[in-house]
C-alpha cells in the first residue's frame, strides 16, 4: 500500500506549526511508502489526486489533514478510482464530518495521530452528487449540503471577509455575525425555493432552510440530521419552513442539539430520498460541504458506496 498525505498549510497557525507537522508525518511513515502534497490553492488537489491516482497500480491510502474543505475536495478527487482509501486527519476548525463518528471537539485532539489511520479498515460510504446551478461538472458531498437561512449567512459573510463592510461598521467584526444580523435575519426567512425529494414536493414555494445530509453535523456546531447515515443509499432531508421570529428563537437550541426530529413538528418535514430536487425563480446560495454555489435549479443523487473511508480513531 502506498500512503499520500494531503497537507493543508492554511489550517496549521503559523510556519512553524506546518514544520512540526511535517515532522510528525515523517517520524510516523518512517518505513513506509509514502508521499506529502501541499495544498496550493482551492480545488488544486482535486485534479492533482485524480491524475495522480490513475498512475497507480496499488492501492494508495490518501490522508487528508486540514479541515472541512480539505476533507470536501479529497473527496471528490477520490471519486471513481477504485484504488484509493480516505483517511481524515481532523486538523480544521469546524471539523463538522468526524462529528459523525463521535469526534466531540473537547476530544480532537485524541484523534489527531496516525498510528490508527494507518492501521485502520476501510468502509464504503455514500456521496451525495450534485448537478445544476453555475457547475461545469458535479460537485460531489460527503456532508452537509444546505441552503436557505444558513447559505446566506456563509454566503454573505464570505463576500464581507473578502471584500469589506459598508461604511460605518465598526472595526473587527466578525463578518458571519454581521450577515446574520443584516443579511439573513431581514430576509434570509422567506426563500423562494421548492425541495422535491424523490418526486413528493416538501413544501409551499417559501422555506426557512434545508439540509441534505450524508453527514451529521454543519456550521460547527448544528446536529442538523442526527438520523443521518451514509452507508443506507440514502439522503437524510429536512427542510425547515418559513416561521416568525419568536419560532425561530423557540426551535434553534433544539436543532442545535440535534434533537429536532424527535417528534413530529408541523414547520419540519424530514424524509429519505435517493434524489432530491431544488428550484427557484431566481438564483439562490448553496453551500456543498463549505464550498458556496449558486443557481436557480439543482439535482442531487445519492451515489451509494462512492468511496472508501477508514473512520477516525481515538489513540491509545
Not at 45 to 71: H, N, S, W
Not at 145 to 168: Q, T
Not at 188 to 200: K, L, P, Q, Y
Not at 276 to 300: H, L, R, S, W, Y
Amino acid at each position: 500500500m502506498k500512503h499520500l498525505i494531503i497537507f493543508n498549510p492554511g489550517a496549521g497557525k503559523n510556519s512553524d506549526a506546518a514544520e512540526a507537522f511535517r515532522a510528525l508525518i515523517n517520524e510516523k511513515f518512517a518505513g513506509l511508502d509514502f508521499e506529502i502534497y501541499e495544498t496550493e490553492g482551492p480545488r488544486s488537489v482535486i485534479p492533482f489526486l485524480k491524475k495522480y491516482l490513475k498512475e497507480q497500480k496499488d492501492t494508495v491510502r490518501v490522508y487528508a489533514c486540514g479541515g472541512d474543505g480539505t476533507v470536501h475536495e479529497v473527496a471528490n478527487g477520490l471519486v471513481g478510482a477504485k484504488n484509493a482509501e480516505l483517511a481524515i486527519y481532523p486538523a480544521g476548525t469546524g471539523n463538522d464530518f468526524v462529528k459523525t463518528y463521535g469526534v466531540t471537539n473537547e476530544e480532537i485532539e485524541k484523534y489527531r495521530n496516525f498510528d490508527g489511520l494507518i492501521k485502520g479498515q476501510p468502509v464504503e460510504v455514500d456521496l451525495s452528487k450534485l448537478t445544476g446551478g453555475n457547475l461545469k461538472e458535479p460537485l460531489y458531498s460527503i456532508n452537509v449540503i444546505n441552503f436557505g437561512f444558513d447559505a446566506i449567512v456563509g454566503a454573505r459573510g464570505s463576500y464581507y471577509k473578502e471584500h469589506g463592510f459598508p461604511k460605518k461598521v465598526k472595526e473587527g467584526t466578525n463578518p458571519y455575525d454581521y450577515a446574520l444580523k443584516n443579511d439573513a435575519m431581514k430576509y434570509g426567512r422567506f426563500n423562494d425555493i421548492e425541495v422535491f425529494a424523490d418526486g413528493e414536493k416538501l413544501n409551499e414555494k417559501q422555506m426557512l432552510l434545508a439540509t441534505l445530509a450524508q453527514g451529521q453535523w454543519v456550521g460547527g456546531q448544528f446536529k442538523c440530521a442526527p438520523k443521518s447515515d451514509n452507508t443506507d443509499g440514502l439522503i437524510d432531508v429536512c427542510v425547515l419552513k418559513t416561521m416568525t421570529f419568536l419560532g425561530l428563537g423557540m426551535i434553534i437550541g433544539t436543532y442545535t442539539k440535534g434533537k429536532h426530529l424527535d417528534k413530529p413538528r408541523k414547520k419540519i418535514v424530514y424524509r429519505r430520498a435517493k434524489e432530491i430536487k431544488m428550484v427557484a425563480p431566481q438564483d439562490f446560495d448553496v453551500c456543498v460541504d463549505g464550498e458556496m454555489i449558486k443557481g436557480n435549479n439543482f439535482t442531487v443523487e445519492v451515489c451509494p458506496k462512492a468511496i472508501k473511508l477508514v473512520p477516525p480513531v481515538k489513540a491509545e
